[in-house]
């Protein structure tokens, strides 16, 4: 929460005008109510009207600023909650761009992306839903029981008693209710979500094996059951909205008891009684919305302290401080190479592997074999853990990890395409790039046909994820762009992988030609084709167990005659 | 948006009572509201006027204490009872939904449907919460307080009676006014929000592949750019949207302001007494104040109705028409010119199809993916109602039958076979839970799959491989006995050795049925009597092999 904070202090004279409106704004309501209460009292001694002219005044100067007053709080809070929620998208984004991809195993599955992003939100959330508010009302609530103190003494303690249990019992009880019926409802609700989802996946089997119906009446009966432990638990939930009704009505009713006495007593003047009885029903208006703002503050915590701990993750790649000059020799070289994914054991060990311009490499093994870690330290995404990697008889880690990249190139099998135009995905590779060139790339990829079928060419939006485009247009795409950015040296790393098979036979057939003459290393657990490359590193468990052509490797007992066996 | 949808009255009933107890409640509070403005006034003026002490005022403070603990405790009634009446309306519209799914079947339920449905089904109605527990009970309670406010203070003071009368209807009418203006302004910037929102998710999502290509640390200043030209047109929104509440605070304060000064003056002349004026001063806040807050709680409303719609609109579509006859005949089946378009997609699926099944022979069917070989299967299984053409079995439309009972005709393998959470063996059972277990065991034998029949399988399958997954799905046919059986490509996903043991099950699992199967691999075509190759939806050739 302090970081959060922090995170804000330079959108603090933004915060601090919006704390300000709003004090103004609550004080405003307070002030017609007590100002009011007092005109009537004072009116009923029959005063020349004169000596109401100033309360007369005031009622009407606070009957309009409170609106105003309101109106620039909210304002004001607003532009100052965009201001953090940029600031933080911001700063998360330059941290994750550091992080990625080594670092950050939630970019693997979608939806916790998702999570992510909504976890920045509440964050935001907080700010302005909880944080503003509570720092109003403390200054407007202080500000109130001191005022009804300085009048009766009684007043201001029960006053600020109320304001308390409202400000933070309430919410405490909540708090506890909540986490007592959600420890019942918890599992069920997983249950029931379990099963729904069990249900529409499985529709098909279900109806197929006319199982849907029993299915479905034991999912009801969950349903069922869902409801009855929420039900059992209703009566404790609302018990907050019953305080803070019992909380203001307590504070009225002290205020006559103990006013009625005063005013008896001669301690008090008998024409504030109706302030003290009075001005605790404003308070208790600018007060009322806190427990449910409070409620909010476990999740958005929870939410907070997820993306917190995924920005705090130690760097994957050390960059450094002084980058040595990119050479202009690209040939790339592992030596001895051994690496690891952050927090895990050696996945790759003890890893030799030259590229010299022009020469195609195949690095073919089982999935688990320790093929995209190779990938992720060719492209410096992972430093290696023993050994280096040498770029024109660099060490890579001498090199800013953006320049070893402009020489070395990936493509992956979830090689992301953007929400955008084929035209607008090509230029990410090249920003530069004129139609002809992006026309030449797709031409390469086996791509341009189709694209000069559709209607609107280079301006068609591939929707998200390229949802528009089937799984073998997608890598095409995918392709073409990596083609455009004419790498030296480009990595393909299961290119082919989620593909049926023909598409994947095409595709790679398409990429062995494409990529003749360019230094190129194709990972794949898939041998067609492999004839054309000029080695073959057979990997398994880590190491490097086989290596040679395709007819040498073929000759002998060994992983890869097995491998091609299984496969044909 | 209407504020009440009466659907929500016919298909969740729970709405029913929880509408009634609220209005019962919104009544009881109305009273206790008048009730402790009329004490309060009467106490104030005994002290103050009349320098009444604590004891004469014991009959006034224990009124006013029990009207106190009746607020608290309606309070929590209607909290109480808003808890209950979402919980119990979530679970009618979450049964009425998937019962409807069930009922529309698996042909309208495509992959994009389904997660969304899920959405919907277990997170999306949770947004009626707010809906039911903050905004029902305060529509009740500003269509309810008003009113009795005002018949309150009809006898004690007409002028403030008639200036309260005449300002509170301008609420609603500037509501709906300003609502209608900034309505369209609003759904704007909550569309530019989702794009922001999506654009970041897009570029963090994409972080690999912008880092491949250098174009990560620029991002940064792209983020920043749209950002904050989101945060200037957004305000510029907001400028004219908050606009609306500053016009209705303006008219409750103000009224209130003007009402008090009003009766502060007729009281120094004497035309009225303090208890009236005291009156007067706290009920006409309270009049103002409910229907200030149902503005405050629209947006709770919006969220859980919409939710409540998106239900209701599954709920309108028509389910596909359910034959009635469950006397299945024996025979060929003979699809004549079936022709099957799916509303996404520019050409049909199946395009005027004819082709006649034999009883006991295996049809393969081959050709390039997206040929309809699946959609064929689909039409079988009658999860796809043909467009146009019909399917005949031993001289019955397949639409005239009982589609439960034709299922029971059908054994299928689809070729990503959905396994439940559970025992391998449960799964085996899905169509024949009371089937016995060494039916169940010699069913897992000829389908390979008994050496992990014990296994327990995760969500949606988990722990086992494709290829056990595949073996499984074949038990259920080995299980069934079925005269028909459909199998879409069911050695999809499997090495060599695991080929050429299904294989061998497929052709024991043939022996005295009709098959009709998926195929690619030459080895699995080889099974066949008669290969049926299919392009863009026709069928181009028959061989008999």
């Not at chain 2, 369209?184 to 909550?190: E, H, K, L, M, Y």
Request: aromatic fraction near 4%; charge should be neutral; proline fraction near 5%.
């Amino acid at each position: 929460m302090l970081r959060l904070l922090r995170l804000a202090s330079p959108l603090a004279p933004r915060l601090a005008l919006a704390v300000l409106f709003g004090v103004l704004a609550a004080g405003s309501a307070i002030g017609l109510t007590a100002t009011s209460a007092w005109l009537i009292s004072r009116a009923a001694q029959h005063p020349p009207v004169l000596y109401l002219t100033v309360a007369i005044v005031a009622v009407r100067t606070f009957g309009i600023a409170r609106g105003v007053f309101r109106y620039v709080e909210r304002l004001a809070g607003h532009d100052a909650a965009f201001g953090v929620l940029t600031r933080l998208r911001v700063l998360a984004y330059q941290r994750l761009e550091r992080l990625a991809p080594a670092a950050l195993p939630v970019l693997r599955a979608g939806d916790l992306v998702g999570r992510f992003v909504a976890d920045v939100d509440a964050a935001l959330d907080v700010l302005v839903r909880v944080v503003l508010p509570y720092i109003v009302a403390a200054l407007i609530g202080a500000a109130t029981a001191g005022f009804l103190g300085a009048l009766l003494p009684g007043a201001g303690v029960v006053l600020a008693a109320g304001l308390l249990l409202v400000a933070v019992g309430v919410p405490a009880i909540q708090h506890t209710v909540a986490r007592r019926a959600d420890r019942r409802t918890a599992p069920l609700r997983g249950e029931l979500s379990a099963a729904t989802v069990d249900l529409l996946r499985g529709l098909p089997d279900l109806v197929a094996f006319g199982a849907a119906r029993r299915r479905l009446a034991a999912l009801a009966e969950t349903d069922d059951r869902l409801r009855r432990a929420t039900a059992r638990s209703a009566a404790g939930v609302g018990l907050g909205a019953g305080l803070v009704a019992l909380a203001t009505g307590a504070c009225v009713w002290a205020g006559l008891a103990l006013g009625a006495g005063a005013v008896r007593a001669g301690t008090l003047n008998g024409v504030v009684l109706a302030v003290v009885v009075l001005t605790p029903f404003a308070v208790f208006d600018t007060v009322s919305g806190l427990p449910a703002a409070a409620a909010q503050l476990a999740t958005a915590r929870a939410a907070l302290g997820r993306v917190f701990s995924l920005l705090d993750q130690p760097d994957p790649v050390s960059e450094p401080a002084a980058p040595a000059p990119l050479p202009a020799d690209h040939r790339l070289e592992l030596i001895g190479v051994s690496a690891r994914w952050p927090g895990g054991p050696d996945v790759l060990h003890d890893v030799d592997l030259a590229l010299s311009p022009g020469r195609r490499v195949a690095v073919v093994g089982p999935s688990g074999s320790g093929k995209s870690t190779l990938a992720a330290v060719l492209v410096r995404f992972l430093d290696p853990s023993a050994g280096k990697v040498t770029l024109g008889g660099v060490d890579t880690r001498d090199l800013a990890g953006d320049d070893v990249r402009t020489v070395v190139g990936l493509l992956t099998d979830d090689a992301r395409l953007f929400d955008t135009t084929i035209r607008d995905n090509l230029r990410i590779g090249d920003r530069g790039a004129d139609d002809e060139r992006l026309r030449a790339a797709l031409a390469d990829a086996r791509l341009l046909e189709w694209v000069d079928s559709l209607p609107n060419g280079l301006d068609t939006m591939v929707g998200e994820q390229g949802s528009r485009l089937s799984g073998g247009q997608r890598r095409r795409l995918a392709l073409a762009r990596a083609l455009l950015a004419e790498f030296p040296i480009l990595i393909l790393d299961e290119p082919t992988e989620h593909l049926d098979e023909e598409t994947a036979d095409a595709l790679t057939a398409d990429l062995l030609a494409v990529t003749r003459g360019r230094t190129t290393v194709l990972i794949t657990h898939r041998l067609t084709g492999l004839a054309e490359v000029d080695e073959i590193v057979v990997v398994d468990g880590g190491r490097i167990v086989q290596r040679g052509g395709h007819d040498d490797l073929v000759a002998v007992d060994g992983t890869y005659r097995r491998m091609c066996q299984r496969h044909s | 948006m209407k504020p009440l949808d009466p659907r929500l009255l016919r298909y969740a009933q729970a709405t029913r009572w929880y509408l009634a107890a609220s209005v019962a409640l919104g009544l009881s509070v109305a009273g206790l509201i008048v009730a402790q403005a009329t004490l309060l006034a009467g106490g104030i003026t005994d002290v103050f006027l009349h320098g009444a002490g604590l004891h004469a005022l014991r009959g006034t403070l224990l009124a006013l204490g029990a009207v106190v603990v009746g607020r608290a405790v309606a309070a929590w009634a209607q909290e109480l009872a808003a808890h209950r009446a979402s919980a119990a309306v979530k679970t009618q519209l979450r049964e009425r939904l998937l019962d409807h799914v069930v009922r529309l079947g698996p042909g309208w339920l495509t992959g994009q449907r389904g997660g969304e449905l899920t959405t919907l089904a277990t997170r999306g109605v949770d947004a009626l919460d707010g809906y039911f527990s903050r905004y029902l009970p305060q529509l009740v309670l500003a269509s309810i307080v008003p009113f009795i406010v005002l018949a309150r203070l009809v006898p004690a003071d007409l002028l403030a009676t008639v200036t309260i009368a005449v300002t509170l209807p301008l609420i609603p009418i500037f509501m709906a006014l300003i609502g209608l203006t900034t309505e369209a302004r609003n759904r704007r910037s909550f569309r530019m929000l989702t794009r922001l929102a999506h654009h970041f998710l897009d570029v963090v999502a994409g972080l690999p592949t912008l880092k491949v290509f250098g174009r990560a640390k620029a991002q940064a200043e792209t983020i920043r750019r749209v950002s904050d030209e989101h945060r200037r047109a957004t305000m510029r929104t907001l400028r004219l949207a908050f606009l609306s509440s500053l016009v209705l605070e303006l008219i409750s304060t103000i009224s209130v302001a003007l009402v008090a000064v009003a009766v502060g003056l007729r009281l120094v002349n004497g035309r009225l007494d303090l208890h009236t004026a005291l009156l007067v001063l706290v009920l006409a806040p309270e009049a103002y104040l409910p229907l200030r807050l149902v503005g405050t709680h629209f947006h709770a409303s919006t969220e859980g109705l919409a939710a409540a719609e998106q239900v209701f609109s599954v709920l309108e579509e028509e389910p596909p028409p359910r034959g009635a006859r469950t006397d299945v005949p024996a025979g060929p089946i003979v699809l004549s010119d079936v022709t099957v378009r799916y509303p996404d997609r520019a050409v049909p699926a199946l395009d005027g199809v004819d082709l006649t099944i034999v009883p006991g022979e295996v049809v393969a069917l081959a050709g390039p993916s997206g040929c309809g070989k699946s959609t064929l299967l689909s039409v079988l299984l009658g999860f796809v109602v043909p467009d146009a053409g019909r399917v005949i079995v031993g001289g019955v439309n397949v639409a005239d039958l009982d589609p439960d009972a034709w299922r029971r005709h059908v054994v299928w393998m689809s070729q990503r076979p959905y396994l439940f959470a559970g025992t391998v063996a449960d799964n085996i059972r899905l169509g024949t839970p009371d089937a016995p277990p060494d039916a169940v065991r010699s069913a897992a034998e000829a389908a390979l799959a008994a050496d992990f029949l014990d296994t327990r399988v995760g969500d949606g399958g988990a722990g086992l491989s494709a290829g056990q997954r595949q073996r499984v799905s074949l038990a259920r046919a080995f299980l069934s006995e079925a005269p028909l059986v459909l199998l879409d490509e069911p050695t999809a996903n499997l090495d060599g050795e695991s080929e050429a043991a299904v294989l061998e099950a497929v052709r024991r699992l043939a022996a005295g049925r009709t098959v009709v199967l998926v195929a690619h691999r030459p080895a699995l075509l080889a099974l066949a009597d008669r290969v049926v190759r299919m392009d863009a939806g026709r069928v181009v050739e028959a061989v008999t092999t």
